[in-house]
Each structure stands twice: as C-alpha cells, then as structure tokens.
C-alpha cells in the first residue's frame, strides 16, 4: 500500500484547507485509515481516522468541531477538511493506513498503522 497525502499549503489564522491522501495498492474492508501531525520538536500526534469500510470515525479532543474526516472508496482517497485553523495547527500533516481493523483505542497510536504517506506542510499565519 502506498499514500500520497496533498493540499497543504500557507493559509491565515481562521481559514481552511482540504488535505487529500490517494492510496495505491490492495485496500480492503479491515483497512483503517488515519491522519496524523507533527510540528517542530513535537512527538507525532493523532488527529482522526476513519474506517475504510464504514463511515465509523475518531478525532482527537483537539480537533473535534474543527476538523472532519471522511473517504471516497471510489477514488481510493480519505480526505480531512481543516477548519478554523489557528497557529497551533501548523504542522506536517501525514496519512497512515493499518488493516488491523477497527479499535478506538488503538487509533491514536503511529506504531499500530504499517503505512505512511510522505506527508503535507500546513502553516498558519497570525
């Protein structure tokens, strides 16, 4: 499995973007896909994941309300609608894919996904 994730870019405090992450390869109903973020000098962190055959999704506390998950099977795409950003989202943003299957309390851990995206620059200016 291979992820292209994409759609970063500059945008000022309080603006949107939509990342996209093209997956190539043998995807099937136990693949969970997720989105993670890692800023300077920060631990990579957890920011939603979505089931890849069910419309099932998790967030972390810091993005719910603003960020929204969802997958286009179709087009072997998830995507994450970035809303109401604020400096503190600055990050690069990476796709991740694991088809371990579903469990919420194994979602917000990178060493549980196999796959990586090469991830997508997202800068918030004040």
């Known amino acids: 499995v291979q992820l292209q994730a994409s759609g970063g870019g500059l945008v000022q405090a309080g603006g949107s973007l939509r990342l996209s992450c093209l997956a190539s390869?043998?995807?099937?109903?136990?693949?969970?896909m997720g989105w993670f973020r890692q800023a300077p000098g920060k631990e990579r962190e957890f920011v939603a994941a979505i089931r890849w055959s069910a419309d099932w999704k998790h967030y972390a506390d810091s993005v719910k309300g603003r960020f929204t998950i969802s997958r286009d099977v179709a087009k072997n795409t998830i995507y994450l609608e970035v809303n109401s950003l604020n400096p503190e989202d600055t990050a690069v943003y990476y796709c991740a894919a694991d088809h371990n299957g579903w469990l919420v309390s194994r979602l917000a851990f990178p060493r549980e996904y196999e796959y990586w995206g090469q991830g997508t620059q997202v800068t918030v200016s004040s």
């Open positions: 390869g043998h995807i099937d109903k136990a693949f969970v």
